[in-house]
């Protein structure tokens, strides 16, 4: 595997069930993040971790919670999810620590909350 | 608050023009700016990245240029091919926690 990697590519769940998506970054990279794409809205930055320290988003509603156990993984556990949750989740990883924070983006895991 | 917009929002052209998407950015205070591309249903590629210190970078059939002064980047393709149809973003950084990303250019390249 090369480059960020995101599983499940799709996913379909009602509102009460509980899911997670994973990512992970074969780049060797200290920093992570997670973008959710709705239709017709710019990307959203959801939550960042950066030496595994997560940066606080308190604009994100509980319900996301996102876990990072090292540098090369990243979670989002999700529960109790609305239809408006639906979206297109992206995880993205850098190399922090300096002004060159090139980002790298996996493919998405397209989210379905009926 | 920083904001990122884009113009046009689509742009649909015949194969073979060359081409400007533009991008701008409401605070001069930034880490770096990025363009990226995005195939339907797809995540997204990076094409190019200026540093806050630099003035224009190039990758083959594109060039990107920054400034920073007037809050404006513009990406040019030369040479359109129908494969370069596709959304385009661009995104600015000003710390690590904070990547702003425009609503993107939707772009087709007819044959």
């Known amino acids: 595997e090369t480059g960020v990697t995101q599983t499940p590519r799709h996913l379909v769940m009602g509102m009460t069930n509980k899911k997670s998506l994973k990512c992970e970054q074969h780049?060797?990279?200290?920093?992570m993040y997670w973008y959710k794409q709705s239709a017709k809205k710019p990307l959203e930055l959801m939550f960042v971790?950066?030496?595994?320290?997560?940066?606080e988003n308190n604009s994100v509603p509980s319900r996301f919670s996102p876990e990072c156990p090292n540098s090369s993984h990243l979670f989002l556990h999700l529960h109790t999810l609305q239809p408006e949750d639906s979206a297109l989740y992206l995880c993205?990883?850098?190399?922090?620590?300096?002004?060159?924070?090139?980002?790298?983006f996996g493919p998405g895991t397209r989210l379905t909350v009926t | 608050k920083q904001e990122v917009t884009q113009i046009p929002a689509a742009l649909s052209v015949p194969e073979g023009e060359n081409l400007v998407l533009n991008c701008s950015f409401t605070?001069?205070?930034?880490?770096?700016l990025q363009w990226f591309r995005q195939d339907p249903g797809k995540g997204l590629t990076s094409l190019l990245l200026?540093?806050?210190?630099?003035r224009e970078q190039t990758s083959g059939r594109l060039n990107a240029s920054l400034d920073k002064s007037s809050g404006r980047s513009t990406l040019y393709i030369a040479a359109s091919q129908p494969g370069d149809s596709a959304t385009y973003l661009c995104?600015?950084?000003?710390?690590?926690?904070?990547?702003?990303f425009g609503p993107g250019t939707s772009l087709s390249v007819i044959p």
């Open positions: 605070d001069s205070a930034i880490y770096n």
């Open positions: 971790y950066s030496l595994e320290e997560r940066v």
């Open positions: 993205a990883s850098s190399q922090g620590g300096s002004s060159f924070y090139e980002q790298y």
């Open positions: 780049l060797g990279h200290n920093a």
């Open positions: 995104a600015v950084t000003t710390s690590y926690d904070k990547v702003i």
């Open positions: 200026i540093q806050s210190s630099q």
